[in-house]
């Protein structure tokens, strides 16, 4: 038995009215997915614990197969791991995005524009965090190179008593509201990679060429570092994840899973699907379990682009999940599939929600319609098929 998990990040959403009251997975033209959640198992599951925040770190965690209460120790090191980071026990570890802010008022007033800096290069990215290191690393906070606008500070010897935000968290909103707190050299260090960076040659061009500049540094996401029980341990399967994102694949290492790389993936609109398919078909070959993360939708959210958010939900049934079920049934060998979100998060709030998210369950032994139910928050909510708990729905997909 072979098990695909197409994790779909960000895609769950509320109902719009000028896409006359539905969701964008509701309005969204995927005739393939929708056929095969006629013969699926549709449901909803609580992937994010109460009490704690509706992170990807979080929600991804739980979706793997770990309960975050007991596994989540902050998203950045989840991320450092992928790159390989050192790491000590006595380390914090934050994410540095590559953001951009306002450039008139003083910085206090400035206000986040973009968490992203248009999807900054990680060529370009790599450029910027050289200037931070040279002009701002110490024998105390070390700069790490990530993935485009994803990359690391480490604190040696640090603490955890901090309240940071993550940009995305607010969007349009002054800096001022968000200052940093726990520690000074934070806000200090942020202040100055605006000095840094803002007349940078890079951003120069950036602008340009109509992109948002990367013209300030913002620290978030602190955490120490990790460590998770083997997946084929806790459930008796060799997997692999296949993602675009730092993140994904540093869960997926510790969990003693490979992490496969694929060549022109950006974690954007622009990634290439086909290719994330190929790989999943390929790893099969050799493990029995794929993780297969798609991060577009997410991205599509946080810049609330609607438009784009409908057609990378359409690019995925067509690229990724016609191809895995053509080629599959082709193989003629015994598979499950489950498709879901990590978490919502809807285009009007461009942040992340707690919110249950609707999965379906494919299993290629039972193929025929069980229901007129397409796949979506209404549809799958409607059901009454509920898991509490991200690791219950692991166990359950995965039972021999």
Not at 28 to 49: C, Q, R, W
Not at 82 to 100: H, Q, S, Y
Not at 381 to 397: C, D, I, M, Q, R
């Amino acid at each position: 038995m072979k098990y695909i998990v197409v994790l779909i990040d960000g895609m769950a959403d509320e109902v719009i009215e000028k896409l006359n009251n539905k969701t964008p997975l509701e309005y969204a033209d995927i005739k393939n997915i929708n056929a095969l959640a006629k013969a699926s198992e549709l449901g909803m599951v609580h992937t994010v614990p109460e009490g704690m925040p509706p992170g990807s770190d979080v929600a991804n965690l739980s979706i793997m197969g770990y309960a975050p209460d007991k596994y989540h120790t902050g998203r950045s090191p989840l991320e450092a791991a992928n790159i390989g980071v050192p790491m000590l026990a006595d380390d914090v570890i934050f994410r540095c995005n590559l953001v951009t802010v306002s450039e008139d008022e003083q910085f206090e007033d400035k206000v986040m524009i973009d968490h992203s800096s248009s999807d900054i290069t990680s060529e370009e990215a790599s450029l910027l965090m050289k200037s931070l290191r040279e002009h701002l690393e110490d024998d105390m906070r070390k700069f790490y190179d990530g993935t485009s606008y994803r990359n690391i500070v480490v604190w040696h010897k640090g603490h955890l008593d901090l309240k940071l935000v993550p940009p995305h968290d607010f969007l349009e909103q002054t800096l001022k509201s968000y200052v940093p707190e726990g520690a000074d050299w934070i806000w200090e260090f942020e202040k100055k990679s605006y000095e840094i960076l803002k007349d940078h040659p890079i951003n120069l061009d950036r602008v340009k060429r109509g992109l948002n500049p990367a013209n300030m540094m913002w620290i978030w996401g602190e955490g120490r570092k990790p460590k998770l029980d083997a997946f084929k341990e806790l459930y008796g399967v060799e997997g692999v994840t296949i993602s675009a994102v730092d993140l994904i694949k540093g869960i997926g290492r510790c969990a003693e899973m490979d992490a496969i790389e694929v060549e022109g993936a950006t974690g954007t609109i622009h990634t290439n699907f086909e290719g994330k398919a190929r790989a999943t078909l390929e790893a099969l070959e050799k493990v029995d379990y794929v993780y297969l993360h798609l991060e577009a939708t997410d991205e599509c959210s946080h810049q609330g682009n609607l438009d784009e958010k409908i057609e990378a939900i359409e690019i995925i049934d067509k690229k990724v999940v016609k191809f895995l079920i053509d080629e599959l049934n082709k193989k003629g060998e015994d598979y499950k599939m489950m498709i879901l979100p990590d978490h919502p998060t809807p285009v009007r709030l461009r942040t992340h929600t707690s919110n249950p998210v609707p999965y379906m369950i494919y299993d290629s032994r039972d193929s025929k319609d069980r229901h007129a139910l397409n796949y979506h928050e209404g549809a799958c909510e409607s059901t009454g098929n509920v898991f509490k708990t991200g690791p219950e729905l692991t166990k359950y997909f995965v039972r021999k």
